[in-house]
């Protein structure tokens, strides 16, 4: 029973390196379930064992690069004693910098950015990660909408602009970066530029 299980595992993983490969070099709307299959050295069967269809494969893929929402949260909850927007601060750095570090991170989000549309197949990927920003969004909000920050909010910046305002500015970097790596340097750079968005924000915004 174990061997079947790890097997199963094995076959599992082989699908998603052949949908990542496929993906990145087709990109997703021009890439089926058996060019995959036929990539991974599998039958069509079985990658619908494993997956529901291209779009729950496509979120599959996507969820072995990020975080889920609730360790998001749990991430930016454990600031009890500091200012709480550091976290948040700290949070938006280490996802460009660990970009930066992680090829597989750097193939699967040129996927999403670059080298995905969402077409009919791929309605229920496009809900998921719609929701996905949603929740982040919404996390950042809870952040700047707390007691003591919401006050020192820049005048006319509401949580809800603020948390829109920052998922914007890393989008755009991460979008950037990946379509010319030269653009900036990840490890040097990222901090100076979100600590620049975080005293467009907050009045009294000093980093340590």
């Not at 996507?62 to 949070?91: F, I, K, T, W």
Request: net charge neutral; with cysteine; proline share 5%.
């Amino acid at each position: 029973m174990r061997r079947t299980k790890e097997q199963a595992e094995q076959t599992r993983c082989a699908i998603l390196v052949a949908a990542e490969a496929l993906f990145l070099e087709k990109g997703v709307a021009h890439t089926s379930l058996e060019h995959i299959a036929r990539h991974a050295g599998v039958t069509r069967g079985a990658v619908y064992w494993h997956f529901e269809n291209k779009a729950h494969l496509f979120h599959e893929l996507l969820s072995q690069v990020r975080l889920p929402p609730e360790q998001l949260a749990e991430r930016l909850s454990a600031c009890a004693e500091r200012d709480p927007l550091l976290a948040l601060r700290e949070l938006c750095i280490e996802a460009i910098e660990n970009l930066a570090c992680n090829p597989q991170k750097q193939r699967i989000f040129t996927i999403l950015l670059r080298r995905c549309e969402f077409t009919d197949e791929l309605r229920e990927a496009e809900l998921r990660h719609a929701a996905f920003i949603a929740q982040f969004i919404a996390l950042c909000e809870q952040q700047f909408d707390l007691p003591g920050v919401r006050p020192r909010l820049q005048p006319g910046m509401s949580p809800r602009l603020a948390a829109r305002t920052l998922h914007a500015l890393i989008i755009g970097l991460l979008h950037d970066w990946l379509r010319d790596p030269t653009l900036f340097d990840p490890l040097s750079d990222t901090a100076p530029m979100i600590d620049a968005c975080f005293r467009g924000l907050v009045r009294d915004w000093q980093q340590a």
